[in-house]
């Protein structure tokens, strides 16, 4: 269902392409099993790499003997992290100036320390998988194992031992902003602060008050496909890469920096990408590839096992926070104070950022008070997982104000439509929203038949959260190539992973007055497209979208011109209406864009345009669930009955692939929620490290999944778009919880509300009875 | 370099013939003898199903066959699908239906499908979730993948009759 | 992996000699989706794979009222849920074979396997062991037979000695007025392992009223499955009701050792035996009045 708010404000009129179903370009290839994805590369003389792993979560590395690894038939190459030029020349520094590809190299191959289990130590090439696999076991490392810290909680101890001697805490008081060094050794690297008003006086005026502790334990991002990279390094010293990542140019810098070669020696080709969630908005494998080619004169290929890929990929951070939210009797929210400490992994990093700027987002609240924390601990260094930090933060904050609501006798929508955050009103950060639509998916929600759909049934309940996420942005390039049939080649630089193809193509289409399937869209290799700035933050279809409205207006410029020499006119005296070219002066001389295409060649050549758009930034997007579930009370498992997520998309680009959006980004909130946690032992190894025990929901586990697209444009945009791809991901957590509270009368403030969780929580409130 | 063994099979109404070792899987066969990448490493222990093929008219997980067990069996993979014709229904529906975003489940999850349908064309939504659990996908929450198995049903049940 | 042979002898006779000929560095090989697994993960090593799906004996699958189900011991999953005289029989067998991983891994896994991987939470085990499934063993020293509750020693481990080949399984016919089920408790409802499994059958009067004799049993808290021996003898002779159902569950988690792991921990699943335990008799017995 979508429905579309604020007519009056639509822009540009009626739209043919842009919110129509259009194919995929990608579609068939990926039903026909023809799309190439990383590991599809196959090329003569491949080899393949294998990594050793660390068996320790903390440990210094005496040495490693590599020579029964050399020794076996069929290995021809063994690298460690003595083989990256970086690693010898650039010390590892914690500053927020100088983070970058020495800890990233530092994470794909361990130099002096191994800081978890799984961090890789050494490589090897060898002509099959299977040899270089028995190889990789062949290798001694020689290590001294030192005491590990695998816990927030140890790491803030008083006298914990440093994870980095030389590191300090960083203060900064914006999500972006280079922090202050504090000078203080810590376990914290950053410490990220947002306050407003006079906290004190907000509690005062405070009728009632929820105060509340949370845990949330470390989550993978779940992509199917593993990462994967090939790589050849040539005898003239070009480096060629074949990768699976959400950013090329990422790659293609950091790579350069780690192997010490100029920027332009390196050509990084994007595959298909098997899902990424942010998990591949980082990289592991091609340093490794490029060396182990370089030593061998050959290609080589690497292939994570699933199992490596839960071990030595960055996963989403745990989390400890604390809320204190008061209001007063009319439901005004007049204070908050929010405490979050999430796990960084071995190096600085985590999203505690994300958190810290959106978890209070969807209200307007005077006073306030937010710290966050990035804690590190001898864990896989964590990575984005679809709107980092966002999900642990809003599962507080919404549950929170759901007991609020509660305590106040208050139905959970109108206390959150009493402090819905519009236009003017300000983000945690102090930026002022635009024109946002939280209001209207709210109100949407509470017309909305599910929400006052009668539950029937026993233990059964409905909860609803709301969730806000702020989104950057970053430049894109895009090239149009006029065909001299009429249709155009569009080639963009940032990787499509669901589908970003065909709603930036569908923008092109629209300005040009052509059908999509008039478009052929590409996305180019680092030597073929300008730098555009990598997939996340539901940026693409918005980002890249703007630079291909741009290269198609000046594609329209650029035949104007040719449509004015045509009619030897000037080409202000060119319209271009419809996919119409009309002569002002005469309209009887008309041009259709396919008619003028075709005379392009007699006119001075084809038409190439290249646009490089900076962004105006994404901005704020907003969403909300309504859930309903059923609690064994003997079990403790929870059943979704029913799902409505909401979303205000500014305007569907596609409206299939923003319910797809919704739909993937709530699977993965349920996972989330009530199935997926790592499982550490006691020396740091995750033990969980399969898809059998790590729960992702398979297709018995969920209910369809209705979505509501509310269409309040964004007025950053000309079409009026969004960036649908995470938010949804958001709320169901809290969500959750507060439907499994109605339905079993328990707060689960630890997650996943798994059933061993709430068979607990179901016993401690029994013994309170 | 151990011996290696000569297999003969079917793939995709075609006979083939391969060499291969006894620890190979016939997903590394599929994929790096005989070029038919459709069949994806998702986990290599069976449970994602990415490397689902159809052997003599059961879905299996290639990466749980020894490609040694192909010998006079019958397989199809994702490649054998679409013919001159066209897209097999369930290709075209599950384009029609966007039911896939990264496509890299997609190939499991259409022949999954299809072995379903092969067998009970009016299976309805609760037997294709069950019998679609061995599929992981983590992109679309199955809606849309389900949505089209129910189509595809229906349109091959007025194509047949 | 390290490589290994790999070979599929026609006749029992060879498949025993080529099991005999490298002891414990050969292994049994029927559906492989547990072995390949493990061998990937390095848990243990081979030299030889001994394919035992070409062997007559281990493919049987008959089924009559009359004498039972014989059940070789390399059949797959899918073929004993499809035979109907199965279905018809056996419902708590199919209970536990139509769960175990996917329909994918239901093509290829096997009873016979699932038994002799011998996990505490084999799915198919407390079933064959409430159904009374006696194991036919082959081996260098000719044919053995062992009842089913006896078949796990320890996790991964069992009575088969080296050179020895489970052939297949004998379940008896049931009896008239008796019924089985089998579930076990999982958080994702599919693709999952058991935190706890429960297996129950009972025989009941002619006014399907007192139950005669019952047993029950219990997959993944123990070292091994366990036969709840004395929970099934609680209930011979009592009426079916919700009384003597309780008693029968206190006495299972009473005969319950779990550990506490990653899936679950010792309270839960004790927690979990007794509910599991209820719902399995309340459906054995509502199977039994059905018949």
Same mark, same amino acid.
């Given at each position: 269902m979508t429905i579309t708010a604020d007519q009056e404000n639509q822009g540009p009129g009626q739209?043919?392409?842009?919110?129509?179903?259009?194919?995929?370009?990608?579609?068939?290839?990926?039903?026909?099993?023809?799309?190439?994805?990383?590991?599809?590369?196959?090329?003569?003389?491949?080899?393949?790499?294998?990594?050793?792993?660390?068996?320790?979560?903390?440990?210094?590395?005496?040495?490693?003997?590599?020579?029964?690894?050399? *020794?076996?038939?069929?290995?021809?190459?063994?690298?460690?992290?003595?083989?990256?030029?970086?690693?010898?020349?650039?010390?590892?520094?914690?500053?927020?100036?100088?983070?970058?590809?020495?800890?990233?190299?530092?994470?794909?191959?361990?130099?002096?320390?191994?800081?978890?289990?799984?961090?890789?130590?050494?490589?090897?090439?060898?002509?099959?998988?299977?040899?270089?696999?028995?190889?990789?076991?062949?290798?001694?490392?020689?290590?001294?194992?030192?005491? *590990?810290?695998?816990?927030?909680?140890?790491?803030?101890?008083?006298?914990?031992?440093?994870?980095?001697?030389?590191?300090?805490?960083?203060?900064?008081?914006?999500?972006?902003g280079r922090g202050e060094d504090t000078g203080v050794k810590s376990n914290i690297?950053?410490?990220?602060?947002?306050?407003?008003?006079?906290?004190?006086?907000?509690?005062?005026?405070?009728?009632?008050?929820?105060?509340?502790?949370?845990?949330?334990?470390?989550?993978?991002?779940?992509?199917?496909?593993p990462f994967s990279s090939t790589a050849y390094w040539a005898p003239d010293g070009h480096v060629t890469i074949w990768t699976t990542t959400q950013g090329i140019f990422n790659v293609r810098s950091s790579t350069a920096e780690i192997i010490g070669v100029p920027e332009s020696m390196v050509k990084v080709i994007p595959m298909e990408v098997g899902g990424g969630f942010g998990g591949k908005g980082t990289f592991y494998l091609d340093p490794v590839a490029a060396v182990l080619s370089k030593k061998t004169g050959h290609p080589v290929k690497i292939v994570m096992t699933r199992k490596e890929v839960f071990e030595g990929t960055g996963?989403?951070?745990?989390?400890?926070?604390?809320?204190?939210?008061?209001?007063?009797?009319?439901?005004?929210?007049?204070?908050?104070?929010?405490?979050?400490?999430?796990?960084?992994?071995?190096?600085?990093?985590?999203?505690?950022?994300?958190?810290?700027?959106?978890?209070?987002?969807?209200?307007?609240?005077?006073?306030?008070?937010?710290d966050g924390y990035d804690v590190v601990v001898n864990k896989q260094k964590a990575q984005g997982y679809r709107a980092p930090g966002q999900s642990q933060a809003n599962f507080a904050i919404e549950t929170v104000v759901d007991e609020l609501a509660e305590k106040l006798g208050m139905d959970p929508l109108d206390l959150r439509l009493k402090?819905?955050?519009?236009?003017?009103?300000?983000?945690?950060?102090?930026?002022?929203?635009?024109?946002?639509?939280?209001?209207?998916?709210?109100?949407?929600?509470?017309?909305?038949?599910?929400?006052?759909?009668?539950?029937?049934?026993?233990?059964?309940?409905?909860?609803?959260?709301?969730?806000?996420?702020?989104?950057?942005?970053?430049?894109?390039?895009?090239?149009?190539?006029?065909?001299?049939?009429?249709?155009?080649?569009?080639?963009?630089?940032?990787?499509?992973?669901?589908?970003?193809?065909?709603?930036?193509?569908?923008?092109?289409?629209?300005?040009?007055?052509?059908?999509?399937?008039?478009?052929?869209?590409?996305?180019?290799?680092?030597?073929?497209?300008?730098?555009?700035?990598?997939?996340g933050g539901s940026r693409v279809t918005f980002d890249t979208g703007l630079a291909a409205i741009a290269a198609a207006e000046e594609v329209k410029r650029q035949m104007s011109a040719r449509a004015a020499q045509l009619w030897e006119l000037q080409p202000e005296d060119v319209e271009f209406r419809d996919g119409i070219f009309t002569c002002t002066k005469n309209p009887a001389d008309r041009m259709t864009f396919k008619e003028l295409a075709r005379r392009l060649g007699s006119t001075g050549g084809l038409i190439t345009c290249s646009v490089y758009a900076p962004t105006t930034g994404v901005g704020p997007i907003f969403a909300g669930n309504i859930v309903d579930v059923a609690v064994d009370l003997e079990t403790g498992k929870v059943d979704i009955l029913r799902f409505t997520s909401f979303i205000d998309a500014g305007r569907a680009v596609h409206p299939g692939f923003v319910e797809g959006q919704m739909q993937g980004s709530t699977a993965q909130g349920i996972g989330w929620a009530l199935s997926e946690e790592f499982f550490y032992t006691e020396n740091g190894t995750v033990a969980n490290s399969s898809f059998l025990d790590y729960r992702m929901p398979t297709s018995s586990d969920l209910p369809m999944i209705d979505t509501v697209i509310i269409e309040v444009p964004n007025p950053r945009h000309p079409f009026g778009l969004r960036g649908v791809g995470e938010v949804a991901a958001v709320p169901p957590l809290a969500a959750l919880a507060n439907a499994i509270y109605r339905a079993a009368g328990i707060r689960v403030t630890r997650l996943p509300m798994s059933p061993g969780n709430i068979l607990e929580a179901l016993e401690e409130k029994s013994a309170q009875r | 370099m151990p011996d290696r063994i000569r297999v003969r099979t079917r793939v995709n109404d075609a006979e083939v013939e391969f060499l291969c070792e006894s620890r190979q899987s016939l997903l590394e066969v599929l994929r790096?003898?005989?070029?038919?990448?459709?069949?994806?490493?998702?986990?290599?222990?069976?449970?994602?199903?990415?490397?689902?093929?159809?052997?003599?008219?059961?879905?299996?997980?290639?990466?749980?066959?020894?490609?040694?067990?192909?010998?006079?069996?019958?397989?199809?993979?994702?490649?054998?699908?679409?013919?001159?014709?066209?897209?097999?229904?369930?290709?075209?529906?599950?384009?029609?239906?966007?039911?896939?975003?990264?496509?890299?489940?997609?190939?499991?999850?259409?022949?999954?499908?299809?072995?379903?349908?092969?067998?009970?064309?009016?299976?309805?939504?609760?037997?294709?979730?069950?019998?679609?659990?061995?599929?992981?996908?983590?992109?679309?929450?199955?809606?849309?993948?389900?949505?089209?198995?129910?189509?595809?049903?229906?349109?091959?049940?007025?194509?047949?009759? | 992996m390290r490589e290994f042979e790999y070979v599929v002898p026609d006749t029992l006779e060879e498949a025993v000699r080529l099991m005999v000929e490298k002891g414990h560095r050969a292994r049994a090989f029927a559906g492989g989706t547990d072995i390949l697994v493990q061998l990937r993960s390095h848990r243990f090593e081979v030299d030889l794979l001994v394919d035992i799906k070409r062997i007559p004996e281990l493919n049987q699958l008959a089924c009559s009222e009359g004498e039972g189900l014989t059940l070789g011991a390399a059949v797959p999953c899918y073929r004993i849920y499809e035979d109907p005289a199965v279905a018809r029989l056996y419902p708590a067998l199919v209970d536990a074979i139509s769960i175990i991983g996917s329909i994918q891994i239901q093509s290829r896994a096997t009873v016979g396997g699932n038994l002799c991987n011998a996990a505490p939470s084999g799915d198919s085990i407390p079933a064959l062991i409430v159904l009374e499934a006696i194991c036919n063993i082959a081996g260098p020293g000719g044919h053995r037979s062992v009842p089913v509750e006896e078949f796990c020693t320890a996790p991964g481990r069992n009575v088969l000695q080296?050179?020895?080949?489970?052939?297949? =399984?004998? =379940?008896?016919?049931?009896?008239?007025?008796?019924?089985?089920?089998? =579930?076990?408790?999982?958080?994702?409802?599919?693709?999952?392992?058991?935190?706890?499994?429960?297996?129950?059958?009972?025989?009941?009067?002619?006014?399907?009223?007192?139950?005669?004799?019952?047993?029950?049993?219990l997959g993944a808290v123990a070292p091994t499955p366990v036969f709840a021996r004395k929970a099934g003898d609680l209930l011979a002779g009592k009426e079916a009701n919700e009384e003597s159902i309780e008693e029968a569950a206190q006495a299972a988690m009473a005969a319950a050792r779990p550990i506490t792991d990653m899936r679950g921990t010792i309270r839960q699943r004790i927690h979990l035996v007794g509910v599991l335990t209820r719902r399995a008799l309340r459906t054995a017995i509502l199977r039994a009045r059905e018949v």
């Open positions: 739209l043919r392409v842009v919110g129509t179903r259009a194919a995929r370009h990608d579609a068939v290839d990926k039903v026909t099993g023809r799309a190439q994805f990383g590991a599809d590369v196959y090329m003569a003389g491949l080899l393949h790499g294998k990594f050793l792993r660390s068996p320790y979560a903390h440990a210094r590395i005496r040495s490693i003997d590599t020579r029964k690894a050399e *020794a076996l038939p069929g290995v021809k190459a063994v690298a460690t992290a003595g083989d990256f030029p970086i690693v010898q020349k650039q010390p590892i520094e914690f500053a927020q100036s100088v983070r970058g590809s020495r800890i990233t190299a530092e994470v794909i191959l361990a130099h002096e320390r191994v800081m978890y289990v799984g961090h890789a130590v050494a490589a090897v090439a060898a002509t099959s998988f299977h040899i270089a696999e028995e190889a990789a076991r062949l290798i001694e490392v020689d290590y001294e194992v030192l005491p *590990a810290i695998l816990s927030i909680e140890d790491a803030l101890k008083e006298g914990a031992p440093f994870l980095h001697e030389s590191m300090t805490t960083q203060f900064r008081v914006d999500r972006f690297a950053d410490h990220i602060q947002l306050k407003s008003g006079d906290l004190e006086q907000g509690f005062r005026e405070a009728e009632v008050t929820v105060e509340r502790e949370f845990f949330t334990q470390t989550v993978h991002q779940g992509y199917i496909e996963p989403g951070s745990a989390s400890h926070m604390r809320v204190k939210m008061g209001a007063d009797r009319s439901g005004r929210i007049t204070a908050a104070k929010f405490y979050l400490a999430y796990e960084a992994g071995a190096f600085p990093g985590s999203a505690v950022a994300g958190g810290a700027t959106t978890g209070t987002g969807q209200y307007n609240i005077e006073n306030f008070q937010i402090n819905v955050v519009q236009e003017g009103d300000r983000m945690p950060s102090g930026v002022p929203y635009p024109r946002v639509g939280l209001k209207e998916i709210e109100e949407a929600m509470k017309a909305h038949p599910h929400y006052s759909a009668p539950l029937e049934g026993p233990n059964r309940g409905r909860g609803i959260a709301v969730a806000f996420r702020w989104q950057g942005g970053q430049g894109s390039p895009a090239t149009i190539n006029v065909n001299s049939n009429g249709t155009i080649s569009l080639i963009t630089g940032s990787v499509d992973l669901s589908g970003t193809r065909t709603t930036v193509a569908m923008q092109a289409a629209e300005v040009l007055g052509l059908s999509i399937d008039d478009v052929v869209s590409t996305v180019g290799d680092t030597d073929s497209v300008g730098v555009s700035g990598g997939t | 790096d003898v005989l070029g038919l990448t459709g069949a994806k490493e998702g986990c290599n222990d069976g449970n994602c199903g990415a490397c689902t093929v159809i052997m003599d008219g059961r879905t299996v997980n290639s990466c749980l066959v020894l490609a040694v067990e192909a010998e006079g069996r019958s397989i199809t993979t994702i490649e054998g699908l679409a013919s001159a014709e066209g897209l097999h229904p369930l290709q075209q529906i599950f384009l029609d239906e966007v039911a896939l975003q990264c496509g890299f489940c997609t190939p499991g999850v259409i022949l999954s499908a299809k072995a379903l349908l092969d067998r009970e064309p009016r299976a309805d939504e609760a037997r294709i979730r069950c019998w679609m659990g061995g599929n992981l996908c983590r992109c679309t929450g199955y809606d849309k993948i389900v949505r089209a198995v129910l189509r595809a049903g229906e349109a091959m049940r007025k194509g047949a009759s | 080296e050179g020895e080949v489970l052939v297949s =399984l004998h =379940l008896p016919p049931p009896m008239p007025g008796s019924g089985a089920h089998y =579930l076990r408790f999982t958080p994702r409802n599919e693709m999952d392992i058991a935190i706890v499994g429960a297996g129950a059958s009972v025989v009941m009067d002619d006014a399907r009223q007192r139950i005669i004799s019952a047993r029950i049993a």
